[in-house]
């Protein structure tokens, strides 16, 4: 049986069963675009993380008082927790590090807060988070209007306020917002600056966001004891390594911790924390082929 009798015998078949023909050509195009579609959203994502990341710099870690926390399917210890790092020892290690490197102390002051001005109001989900003159720096964020705060503002707390794109369209469709006085929670604020738009990071809105001075949000904190992180943004590449070293050493020195004993803190750089993310998106890739192929099936 030649080239030319297969060809006619199959085509016959087809025309025999064209519905069995159909079904089938359909599930495999249903398959096929199952798979396609499942690796492109993971490419997206992995594109997106990478950015969000980039953007803040890959020469920075931060200091918290546990770990990132980073888990999928529930693998992995649970990361440690500490003592917060208190408002007074992320200014004394500010205030102590005498490297080439940038030093930027942030809090989350309040949680589901609603911010108000005039009749309007937005719904109870945004934040207030306070900064220092480097904070918008060291997350990797822009303004689009205004200005952030200064050092003097930091460290005493005036009521102003930089806030996210989302709520100055809310709040004021396409009034100037600045130099406006909204409230915020119970605190009166004005506004000084206006972020660009960002979108979500970690699960938390930058675009619902509050940003308040750093002393500000110490006396307004709805945490009696809340934790600070601290960023440091180091210039090159060649020198996070003997940074982090002495910051370590320093932070070790305020928190008071005996030789021999362990830290009570975590220092984490920032591309270590998007390279364990990427890593875990490989998972869920082999996952997404897995069930593109058993479709196509």
Same mark, same amino acid.
């Given at each position: 049986?030649?080239?030319?009798?297969?060809?006619?015998?199959?085509? =016959?078949?087809?025309?025999?069963? /064209?519905?069995?023909?159909?079904?089938?050509?359909?599930?495999?195009?249903?398959?096929?675009?199952?798979?396609?579609?499942?690796?492109?959203?993971?490419?997206?994502?992995?594109?997106?993380?990478?950015?969000?990341?980039?953007?803040?710099?890959?020469?920075?870690?931060?200091?918290?008082?546990?770990?990132?926390?980073?888990?999928?399917?529930?693998?992995?210890?649970?990361?440690? %927790? #500490?003592?917060?790092?208190? #408002?007074?020892?992320?200014?004394?290690?500010?205030?102590?590090?005498?490297?080439?490197?940038?030093?930027?102390?942030?809090?989350?002051?309040?949680?589901?807060?609603?911010?108000? #001005?005039?009749? !309007?109001?937005?719904?109870?989900?945004?934040?207030? /988070?306070?900064?220092?003159?480097?904070?918008?720096?060291?997350?990797?964020?822009?303004?689009? =209007?205004?200005?952030?705060?200064?050092?003097?503002? %930091?460290?005493?707390?005036?009521?102003?306020?930089?806030?996210?794109? !989302?709520?100055?369209?809310?709040?004021?469709?396409?009034?100037?917002?600045?130099?406006?006085?909204?409230?915020?929670?119970?605190?009166?604020?004005?506004?000084? $600056?206006?972020?660009?738009?960002? $979108?979500?990071?970690?699960?938390?809105?930058?675009?619902?966001?509050?940003?308040?001075p750093l002393f500000k949000a110490k006396l307004i904190n709805s945490?009696?004891?809340?934790?600070?992180?601290?960023?440091?943004?180091?210039? $090159?590449?060649?020198?996070?390594?003997?940074?982090?070293?002495?910051?370590?050493?320093?932070?070790?020195?305020?928190? &008071?911790?005996?030789?021999?004993?362990?830290?009570?803190?975590?220092?984490?750089?920032?591309?270590?924390?998007?390279?364990?993310?990427?890593?875990?998106? &490989?998972?869920v890739k082999i996952g997404g082929m897995a069930i593109g192929i058993?479709?196509?099936?």
């Amino acid at each position: 049986m030649n080239y030319s009798e297969n060809v006619r015998l199959a085509m =016959q078949s087809i025309k025999s069963n /064209r519905l069995r023909t159909f079904l089938t050509a359909l599930i495999i195009a249903i398959g096929i675009s199952a798979l396609v579609g499942i690796l492109t959203t993971i490419d997206a994502i992995e594109k997106k993380m990478t950015d969000a990341f980039s953007s803040m710099g890959a020469n920075s870690f931060t200091i918290r008082n546990r770990g990132t926390g980073i888990r999928i399917g529930g693998s992995g210890e649970r990361p440690k %927790s #500490y003592k917060p790092i208190r #408002y007074e020892d992320a200014l004394k290690f500010k205030e102590r590090l005498n490297t080439p490197a940038t030093v930027s102390i942030s809090v989350f002051a309040s949680n589901g807060s609603t911010v108000k #001005y005039g009749q !309007e109001k937005t719904n109870p989900n945004i934040n207030i /988070r306070g900064i220092d003159e480097n904070g918008l720096a060291a997350q990797g964020l822009e303004l689009s =209007q205004g200005r952030s705060f200064n050092n003097a503002e %930091s460290l005493n707390g005036p009521n102003i306020c930089v806030i996210g794109s !989302e709520i100055a369209k809310s709040m004021f469709k396409d009034a100037d917002p600045l130099d406006k006085v909204i409230t915020a929670g119970s605190n009166r604020l004005r506004v000084i $600056g206006v972020l660009a738009a960002k $979108g979500s990071s970690m699960g938390a809105s930058i675009d619902r966001a509050v940003y308040v001075p750093l002393f500000k949000a110490k006396l307004i904190n709805s945490n009696a004891n809340p934790s600070y992180t601290i960023t440091v943004i180091v210039p $090159g590449g060649d020198i996070v390594d003997n940074i982090i070293g002495e910051s370590t050493s320093m932070f070790r020195s305020i928190r &008071k911790i005996k030789i021999g004993e362990s830290n009570n803190f975590e220092i984490t750089k920032s591309d270590a924390v998007a390279q364990t993310l990427i890593e875990n998106l &490989k998972v869920v890739k082999i996952g997404g082929m897995a069930i593109g192929i058993i479709t196509l099936l």
